[in-house]
């Protein structure tokens, strides 16, 4: 170490009592100041807040007036103040990255319960910092350049909203989506809770909106097969699947449709309840309005016969040989609006969805309540024919539950009790309500349940053991049975009915893990994409340039996906009218005068951002794509790769300061 | 040859001979080769861990204890009886969940000079094996007799199924082990919809009343799907079914005649063995007409099977593919 | 009508210390985790059990009763003794709690503290127990002489004709089966007998 040390001054937060309570401050800060001198500390104080603008005044004050080189903050997580303490320092005229936060609430006081055990280990991260930060250097950001073109991914109203707001704003935008018309589920609703506002006529205007706007360039039946680049400068290949159909020549006229003579269950769009042809649309409104051919079922791709629908297209717009088309878009920022599935109720083999003929799903009544469904919104059994005169409706179905989802689905009280006013209104039937808790907390939705609680509907707490046709005697006969503890009369019950409503809850897109990392974010352990702040900064990831809305990242009702549809594209505009974003500069280089060129590296790297001179023989890194992720510097074997803010020295500094006292 | 360690339990000598025999002649059709656990004792039933737990835990683990020593070319010990399965199950389960409760019957253990190390054997019921190890098909091969028009409810019962500590079972519930194993015989199996339902278990014994009506239940439910016979898994299901369903019927003035065998007796008839050397005639509740619709000892006279109906209305889901524990996918048509 | 105190120190009032830890107390003497405190009363154990009709309380309610310190009312309950141990609860709990395990658990304290009503259960379970303690193998027929004569003589001669059909048709020993190393099993149990299940 040299004999010169910088001047470095050591600030010690008490953050009110979050980690004054756990951790001597005062002990601590005295500490420093005395043991810490002969490592170049020379001011050591203490603040009960020092975020506040009194506590960063003070750091400015002292490093004006004493000429700190250096300053080391013991407070809290870096995630939260790095920023803040940087600025300050550069307020003051130092460079910022000669600031280092120590964070002594997240990974001491929050974690500890021992009070000598936290103040010894502050001290000993204090110390590492304080060894750490005489080697830092002075770093510039990198500025780039953001692409002011933005990609959304995924069509529900979350995605249409956030392409809107964008394409509003005068900006281009990219709507990817892999079903053949964008909507989402919202599309296959009948009626919205808890105004009862039909879900069509509020999503359809802006589904128009959305696949003619100038701004905007709708790919439906197509997919993202790969993401390179970072933020602002991000390239993206699509993959248009073939729709069989040419784009340019078809009018939407629908004589294909009414002419394919072949009939499959629509497993998407009717939920499994209602057929469709192999060349469809999935709904009237559907946009864009071009059929798709389901080539698996197609007879003509299976016999080679049939071309129905060549036959009678009046345009010739029928193309049996289209292929695949992948384009290559380059886009700042990207938005995944990618939604949910539903939870499979043949999973709760209690229940006998898919063995008894008369248990229907929630998304399978929804589109047997709706006019343009099945059954022409005729509430029916499975016979298609009778209306059944009770109906239970259970809550909670693969949600709250270990056996299969812990999370609450958040939606599925209110989608209940949507049902029960439903069911009343068009049958008159009896209807009861199975729930565990009734959780109605946004607007106007406890009026709701005042309402259907005065409709009559019959509500039963407790969560439905089983729905059999094992009977118990004749007067259960025929019968759906609903075996419940009725839990606050305190006894079972067993309800005859003729038809069971399983509310299912929501779950995560069965590959949103691949999808996730193809974008390079993560999910919780439940599956749901982690937002790099669940309260502050719901609609960003930790990874930058890669945003989030909707139920992607968890449960969410209609007007919250509609709200982070437009949080995201507010947070997407903020980035492209900067014009420029700064880069962390926390960047690895290579020392070519070390480097080997055994190449051990070139394909180590997850941002591709190393590539081989081979008139040089030398590996390069790429600023811009670097991350800093350190992986590189961990497998050069020559030593030839180092990570800025995390060289050697620094790293042995810190250990020798970390064990300075044991 | 797949070998087990055999535990046969208590009633395999007793109310439940007839699975033992029909067990025994069943055997070398499907190689299986059972060396019995050398001097195991009971395994408590649902009785003892009502007394005292420690003890009950013991007296399980010393069967293991002893599997465990005498492994010899495999791990697994095969026990035909639910309650039997159920509690070797547990406690080799719980040993390693709770090491308080492992290491205090350990020390009861060493008072016998033996150890128990959880995870050392695996436990494993008679129809996991036959279904996972031999499986479906070498059955359906020693087929001579199919039961072809016998119209079955199979019974597993509770213990088996549930809690399924290992997770060996395609389902809790509504599992499809035994009625795959008896549609491979050749019989027409009923959705029985309380396949899992509960006997009544010690009821009998301790609250007959409450044990009437689950039994009543179940006969009546077997009865109303017109079932010839019902199968069972569990030596305490075919003991109440059987030979409690008499007083059921005088309880509660009906007139059920619904007969309950084990599922390896329907295997050896279904194999050309003897009625007799299957264990048939051991049951109160005489199975000679549900014999006599497959031919046997009685003129053959075939119920009408309802004629496959065109689907009409609106569309079912498809059923879950259920898996078995050796990864086996069974999708139902 | 009485006055809203007296209701109050009735059922679920002022507890002694040792009451509220109740629902620990029988979590901790559970084998297996028996994930007790997570219950959220949602009654799938009290909609699933069979026999429920015949209990005084569901198991939900018994367990409401753990978490209010009720001692004596949940150990003179009936419930524990009507569980026919189907499991059927244990596996739908959302909760994952080892609902039957705790009924074993309910039944040894009731034994214990001699709290339950109808002593014909823990007679049965003794009995059973007895002859496991004497044969290492359960018997039949001994344990039906003799829990029958004890307590339901007046059910024998119904039952006269099963007995017989199971005798004849040899389903039942005359004898019981006794296990060759008694005396280590004997060893073992008695060894058992000494130690309690804690944390």
Same mark, same amino acid.
Request: net charge negative; charged share 20%.
């Given at each position: 170490m040299s004999e010169q040390k910088p001047k470095i001054g050591v600030y010690v937060c008490h953050c009110g009592s979050n980690i004054a309570g756990m951790v001597d401050v005062e002990n601590v800060r005295d500490w420093a100041q005395e043991t810490l001198g002969k490592d170049g500390v020379v001011v050591s104080r203490d603040y009960k807040f020092m975020c506040s603008s009194l506590g960063q005044e003070l750091i400015e004050k002292d490093i004006k007036?004493?000429? *700190?080189?250096r300053v080391v903050v013991a407070a809290c997580s870096p995630h939260l103040h790095e920023k803040t303490f940087r600025t300050a320092s550069e307020r003051a005229g130092l460079n910022p990255y000669l600031t280092e936060l120590v964070s002594? /609430?997240?990974?001491v006081s929050w974690v500890h319960t021992d009070k000598d055990v936290a103040t010894e280990k502050s001290k000993a991260l204090v110390s590492g910092a304080v060894h750490r930060v005489a080697y830092n250097t002075e770093l510039q950001p990198l500025k780039v350049p953001i692409n002011p073109n933005t990609l959304v991914v995924g069509g529900g109203i979350a995605g249409i909203q956030a392409a809107l707001e964008i394409a509003n704003a005068g900006f281009h935008v990219y709507l990817v989506e892999r079903e053949p018309s964008i909507g989402g589920h919202m599309a296959q609703f009948d009626k919205t809770f808890p105004t009862l506002d039909c879900s069509a006529c509020i999503l359809t205007p802006r589904m128009v909106e959305a696949g003619t706007h100038p701004n905007i360039t709708l790919l439906t039946w197509s997919e993202v097969m790969s993401v390179s680049g970072y933020v602002g400068n991000f390239n993206v290949t699509i993959k248009k699947k073939a /729709?069989? $159909?040419n784009e340019e020549l078809c009018t939407g006229c629908g004589i294909c449709v009414e002419k394919c003579p072949q009939k499959v269950i629509d497993d998407v769009y009717e939920a499994g309840l209602g057929y469709r042809k192999v060349i469809y649309t999935p709904f009237a409104q559907a946009v864009p309005k071009y059929p798709v051919l389901d080539r698996p079922n197609c007879t003509f791709f299976k016999n080679g016969k049939c071309k129905a629908c060549e036959k009678f297209c009046p345009t010739n717009a029928i193309d049996f040989t289209q292929e695949d088309q992948y384009l290559n878009v380059e886009v700042g920022n990207i938005i995944l609006a990618t939604g949910y599935d539903l939870f499979d109720a043949r999973r709760v083999t209690n229940y006998g969805y898919g063995r008894l003929p008369n248990v229907f799903t929630s998304l399978e009544f929804e589109r047997m309540s709706n006019a343009a469904g099945p059954t022409g919104g005729e509430i029916t059994l499975r016979d298609g024919k009778t209306k059944p005169e009770t109906v239970g409706i259970i809550h909670c179905v693969g949600s709250r539950d270990k056996n299969f989802n812990n999370y609450c689905s958040s939606i599925c009280c209110m989608q209940s009790l949507k049902f029960a006013h439903l069911v009343k209104e068009r049958t008159g039937a009896t209807v009861y309500e199975f729930y565990i808790d009734m959780r109605t907390p946004m607007k106007a939705y406890d009026e709701f349940y005042q309402r259907v609680l005065e409709e009559g509907t019959l509500f039963v707490r407790g969560k439905v053991a089983e729905v059999t046709n094992a009977t118990h005697g004749p007067h259960e006969k025929g019968k759906l049975i609903i075996q419940v503890e009725d839990t606050l009369v305190g006894k079972q019950r067993r309800i005859p009915v003729d038809m069971v409503i399983l509310s299912v809850g929501m779950e995560p897109r069965h590959d949103a893990k691949q999808v996730g990392q193809m974008f390079g974010i993560s999910c919780s352990s439940d599956g749901w994409y982690i937002e790099r702040h669940p309260k502050l900064d719901p609609v960003t990831t930790m990874t930058e340039g890669i945003l989030i809305a909707g139920c992607a990242s968890g449960p969410k009702d209609i007007p919250a996906s509609v709200a982070q549809g437009a949080a995201a594209a507010a947070r997407v505009l903020d980035k492209i009218l900067q014009k420029e974003v700064e880069l962390e500069p926390i960047r690895a280089t290579v020392d070519e005068a070390k480097c080997s060129g055994c190449r051990i590296c070139n394909n180590l790297c997850p941002f591709n951002a190393i590539s081989f001179l081979d008139d040089l023989a030398v590996t390069r890194i790429n600023p811009a794509l670097c991350q800093g992720c350190g992986t590189c510097v961990a497998a050069c074997p020559a030593g030839a790769i180092s990570g800025t803010g995390f060289s050697n020295e620094q790293i042995f500094a810190q250990i020798e300061g970390l064990l300075m006292g044991v | 040859m797949n070998k087990y360690l055999f535990y046969p339990g208590c009633s395999m000598e007793g109310s439940a001979r007839a699975y033992y025999e029909s067990l025994k002649a069943i055997q070398p059709a499907l190689t299986m080769e059972l060396e019995e656990i050398e001097d195991w004792n009971c395994c408590g039933a649902t009785e003892y861990l009502s007394i005292n737990l420690i003890p009950a835990y013991s007296l399980i683990a010393r069967n293991l204890a002893l599997a465990a020593q005498q492994k010899n070319g495999t791990d697994t010990v095969m026990a035909p009886c639910s309650a039997c399965y159920l509690n070797l199950e547990k406690a080799d389960y719980y040993m390693a969940e709770r090491p308080a409760l492992g290491e205090k019957v350990n020390e009861a253990l060493a008072a016998g000079g033996l150890h128990y190390e959880p995870g050392s054997v695996q436990i494993r019921h008679l129809v996991d094996v036959i279904i996972n190890d031999i499986g479906l098909e070498t059955v359906k091969s020693k087929v $001579? /007799?199919? *039961?072809?028009g016998l119209r079955v409810a199979p019974y597993l019962g509770c213990m088996v199924p549930r809690p399924d500590f290992a997770k060996r079972w395609s389902d809790h519930e509504h599992p499809s082990e035994l009625d795959d194993l008896m549609k491979a015989l050749g019989a027409e199996v009923i959705d029985f919809p309380m396949k899992t339902s509960c006997c009544g278990g010690h009821m009998t014994q301790i609250g007959p009343e409450t044990a009437y009506e689950l039994i009543r239940r179940l006969v009546a439910a077997a009865e109303e799907q017109g079932a010839d016979i019902m199968v069972t898994m569990c030596p305490m299901c075919q003991m109440n079914l059987d030979a409690y369903q008499g007083e059921t019927n005088r309880h509660f003035g009906t007139n059920y005649h619904m007969p309950i065998v084990f599922f390896t007796q329907l295997m050896a008839v279904a194999f050309g063995i003897d009625p007799k050397q299957a264990g048939f005639g051991l049951e109160l509740v005489s199975a000679k007409d549900a014999l006599a619709r497959i031919g046997l000892k009685a003129p053959e006279e075939q119920k009408p099977t309802p004629a496959r109906k065109k689907p009409e209305g609106l569309p079912m889901p498809k059923p879950l593919p259920k898996k078995y524990a050796s990864g086996q996918t069974v999708v139902e048509e | 009508m009485a006055p809203a105190e007296t209701v109050l120190t009735q059922g679920a009032g002022l507890k002694k210390p040792e009451d509220l830890t109740l629902l620990h107390e029988v979590a901790e003497a559970t084998a297996g985790v028996s994930h007790l405190e997570m219950c959220i009363q949602c009654g799938t154990c009290g909609g699933s059990c069979p026999s429920a009709a015949d209990m005084d309380h569901t198991p939900r309610a018994l367990f409401a009763m753990l978490r209010a310190g009720m001692r004596e009312e949940v150990l003179r309950s009936n419930t524990p003794w009507i569980c026919v141990s189907c499991y059927h609860c244990v596996v739908r709990c959302p909760q994952e709690v080892h609902i039957a395990d705790v009924m074993y658990t309910l039944k040894s304290m009731a034994i214990k503290a001699k709290k339950y009503t109808d002593s014909k259960p823990p007679d049965f379970s003794q009995t059973f127990v007895g002859m496991v303690e004497t044969f290492g193998r359960s018997f039949e027929l001994g344990l039906a002489t003799r829990f029958y004569l004890t307590h339901q003589p007046l059910r024998l001669p119904g039952m006269a004709g099963m007995g017989l059909g199971m005798l004849t048709k040899k389903r039942m020993n005359l004898t019981p089966n006794r296990i060759k190393n008694m005396d280590q099993l004997t060893a073992i149990l008695e060894k058992a007998k000494t130690l309690e299940l804690t944390s």
């Amino acid at each position: 170490m040299s004999e010169q040390k910088p001047k470095i001054g050591v600030y010690v937060c008490h953050c009110g009592s979050n980690i004054a309570g756990m951790v001597d401050v005062e002990n601590v800060r005295d500490w420093a100041q005395e043991t810490l001198g002969k490592d170049g500390v020379v001011v050591s104080r203490d603040y009960k807040f020092m975020c506040s603008s009194l506590g960063q005044e003070l750091i400015e004050k002292d490093i004006k007036e004493l000429g *700190l080189e250096r300053v080391v903050v013991a407070a809290c997580s870096p995630h939260l103040h790095e920023k803040t303490f940087r600025t300050a320092s550069e307020r003051a005229g130092l460079n910022p990255y000669l600031t280092e936060l120590v964070s002594i /609430r997240e990974q001491v006081s929050w974690v500890h319960t021992d009070k000598d055990v936290a103040t010894e280990k502050s001290k000993a991260l204090v110390s590492g910092a304080v060894h750490r930060v005489a080697y830092n250097t002075e770093l510039q950001p990198l500025k780039v350049p953001i692409n002011p073109n933005t990609l959304v991914v995924g069509g529900g109203i979350a995605g249409i909203q956030a392409a809107l707001e964008i394409a509003n704003a005068g900006f281009h935008v990219y709507l990817v989506e892999r079903e053949p018309s964008i909507g989402g589920h919202m599309a296959q609703f009948d009626k919205t809770f808890p105004t009862l506002d039909c879900s069509a006529c509020i999503l359809t205007p802006r589904m128009v909106e959305a696949g003619t706007h100038p701004n905007i360039t709708l790919l439906t039946w197509s997919e993202v097969m790969s993401v390179s680049g970072y933020v602002g400068n991000f390239n993206v290949t699509i993959k248009k699947k073939a /729709r069989y $159909v040419n784009e340019e020549l078809c009018t939407g006229c629908g004589i294909c449709v009414e002419k394919c003579p072949q009939k499959v269950i629509d497993d998407v769009y009717e939920a499994g309840l209602g057929y469709r042809k192999v060349i469809y649309t999935p709904f009237a409104q559907a946009v864009p309005k071009y059929p798709v051919l389901d080539r698996p079922n197609c007879t003509f791709f299976k016999n080679g016969k049939c071309k129905a629908c060549e036959k009678f297209c009046p345009t010739n717009a029928i193309d049996f040989t289209q292929e695949d088309q992948y384009l290559n878009v380059e886009v700042g920022n990207i938005i995944l609006a990618t939604g949910y599935d539903l939870f499979d109720a043949r999973r709760v083999t209690n229940y006998g969805y898919g063995r008894l003929p008369n248990v229907f799903t929630s998304l399978e009544f929804e589109r047997m309540s709706n006019a343009a469904g099945p059954t022409g919104g005729e509430i029916t059994l499975r016979d298609g024919k009778t209306k059944p005169e009770t109906v239970g409706i259970i809550h909670c179905v693969g949600s709250r539950d270990k056996n299969f989802n812990n999370y609450c689905s958040s939606i599925c009280c209110m989608q209940s009790l949507k049902f029960a006013h439903l069911v009343k209104e068009r049958t008159g039937a009896t209807v009861y309500e199975f729930y565990i808790d009734m959780r109605t907390p946004m607007k106007a939705y406890d009026e709701f349940y005042q309402r259907v609680l005065e409709e009559g509907t019959l509500f039963v707490r407790g969560k439905v053991a089983e729905v059999t046709n094992a009977t118990h005697g004749p007067h259960e006969k025929g019968k759906l049975i609903i075996q419940v503890e009725d839990t606050l009369v305190g006894k079972q019950r067993r309800i005859p009915v003729d038809m069971v409503i399983l509310s299912v809850g929501m779950e995560p897109r069965h590959d949103a893990k691949q999808v996730g990392q193809m974008f390079g974010i993560s999910c919780s352990s439940d599956g749901w994409y982690i937002e790099r702040h669940p309260k502050l900064d719901p609609v960003t990831t930790m990874t930058e340039g890669i945003l989030i809305a909707g139920c992607a990242s968890g449960p969410k009702d209609i007007p919250a996906s509609v709200a982070q549809g437009a949080a995201a594209a507010a947070r997407v505009l903020d980035k492209i009218l900067q014009k420029e974003v700064e880069l962390e500069p926390i960047r690895a280089t290579v020392d070519e005068a070390k480097c080997s060129g055994c190449r051990i590296c070139n394909n180590l790297c997850p941002f591709n951002a190393i590539s081989f001179l081979d008139d040089l023989a030398v590996t390069r890194i790429n600023p811009a794509l670097c991350q800093g992720c350190g992986t590189c510097v961990a497998a050069c074997p020559a030593g030839a790769i180092s990570g800025t803010g995390f060289s050697n020295e620094q790293i042995f500094a810190q250990i020798e300061g970390l064990l300075m006292g044991v | 040859m797949n070998k087990y360690l055999f535990y046969p339990g208590c009633s395999m000598e007793g109310s439940a001979r007839a699975y033992y025999e029909s067990l025994k002649a069943i055997q070398p059709a499907l190689t299986m080769e059972l060396e019995e656990i050398e001097d195991w004792n009971c395994c408590g039933a649902t009785e003892y861990l009502s007394i005292n737990l420690i003890p009950a835990y013991s007296l399980i683990a010393r069967n293991l204890a002893l599997a465990a020593q005498q492994k010899n070319g495999t791990d697994t010990v095969m026990a035909p009886c639910s309650a039997c399965y159920l509690n070797l199950e547990k406690a080799d389960y719980y040993m390693a969940e709770r090491p308080a409760l492992g290491e205090k019957v350990n020390e009861a253990l060493a008072a016998g000079g033996l150890h128990y190390e959880p995870g050392s054997v695996q436990i494993r019921h008679l129809v996991d094996v036959i279904i996972n190890d031999i499986g479906l098909e070498t059955v359906k091969s020693k087929v $001579v /007799r199919p *039961l072809t028009g016998l119209r079955v409810a199979p019974y597993l019962g509770c213990m088996v199924p549930r809690p399924d500590f290992a997770k060996r079972w395609s389902d809790h519930e509504h599992p499809s082990e035994l009625d795959d194993l008896m549609k491979a015989l050749g019989a027409e199996v009923i959705d029985f919809p309380m396949k899992t339902s509960c006997c009544g278990g010690h009821m009998t014994q301790i609250g007959p009343e409450t044990a009437y009506e689950l039994i009543r239940r179940l006969v009546a439910a077997a009865e109303e799907q017109g079932a010839d016979i019902m199968v069972t898994m569990c030596p305490m299901c075919q003991m109440n079914l059987d030979a409690y369903q008499g007083e059921t019927n005088r309880h509660f003035g009906t007139n059920y005649h619904m007969p309950i065998v084990f599922f390896t007796q329907l295997m050896a008839v279904a194999f050309g063995i003897d009625p007799k050397q299957a264990g048939f005639g051991l049951e109160l509740v005489s199975a000679k007409d549900a014999l006599a619709r497959i031919g046997l000892k009685a003129p053959e006279e075939q119920k009408p099977t309802p004629a496959r109906k065109k689907p009409e209305g609106l569309p079912m889901p498809k059923p879950l593919p259920k898996k078995y524990a050796s990864g086996q996918t069974v999708v139902e048509e | 009508m009485a006055p809203a105190e007296t209701v109050l120190t009735q059922g679920a009032g002022l507890k002694k210390p040792e009451d509220l830890t109740l629902l620990h107390e029988v979590a901790e003497a559970t084998a297996g985790v028996s994930h007790l405190e997570m219950c959220i009363q949602c009654g799938t154990c009290g909609g699933s059990c069979p026999s429920a009709a015949d209990m005084d309380h569901t198991p939900r309610a018994l367990f409401a009763m753990l978490r209010a310190g009720m001692r004596e009312e949940v150990l003179r309950s009936n419930t524990p003794w009507i569980c026919v141990s189907c499991y059927h609860c244990v596996v739908r709990c959302p909760q994952e709690v080892h609902i039957a395990d705790v009924m074993y658990t309910l039944k040894s304290m009731a034994i214990k503290a001699k709290k339950y009503t109808d002593s014909k259960p823990p007679d049965f379970s003794q009995t059973f127990v007895g002859m496991v303690e004497t044969f290492g193998r359960s018997f039949e027929l001994g344990l039906a002489t003799r829990f029958y004569l004890t307590h339901q003589p007046l059910r024998l001669p119904g039952m006269a004709g099963m007995g017989l059909g199971m005798l004849t048709k040899k389903r039942m020993n005359l004898t019981p089966n006794r296990i060759k190393n008694m005396d280590q099993l004997t060893a073992i149990l008695e060894k058992a007998k000494t130690l309690e299940l804690t944390s």
